[in-house]
């Protein structure tokens, strides 16, 4: 039984050789775009639902194009912002440093010996 199967198989890619074709010479796509190349020549039904549907998208390209353009202004001030927000954070972050030092010399002053402030404060900076 295995060996018809063989000879059988064996005949088949002979054959196919012989033709210089197999079935892995067409991808699908290939045999899709021929399918709808032979609908479109054939059929005006197929034709006008194809148009249809082409003009329906291209109405769709110039919304999607402006929600694109849209995206990107909103990107970009959206970049400008953080980039504001971190010069301010920074500056913030210096003032907050000086505070601490100035608190810290007022308090050493008035105690008479040397005081570090410690806590939340220090995550800030």
């Not at 399918?35 to 003009?55: E, F, K, M």
Request: aromatic residues 4%.
């Amino acid at each position: 039984m295995h060996r018809m199967h063989d000879a059988l198989c064996t005949g088949r890619r002979q054959h196919e050789s012989e033709h210089h074709f197999a079935a892995s010479d067409f991808p699908i796509s290939d045999i899709w775009i021929n399918r709808c190349w032979l609908l479109t020549q054939g059929s005006d039904r197929y034709s006008a639902r194809l148009v249809a549907a082409l003009q329906q998208q291209a109405g769709k390209e110039s919304k999607y194009k402006k929600a694109a353009h849209d995206a990107e202004v909103k990107r970009q001030q959206t970049q400008v912002t953080r980039v504001q927000a971190a010069q301010r954070l920074a500056a913030l972050q210096k003032r907050t440093a000086a505070v601490k030092l100035e608190a810290e010399s007022a308090l050493c002053k008035a105690l008479d010996r040397q005081v570090n402030i410690q806590g939340e404060i220090n995550n800030v900076l």
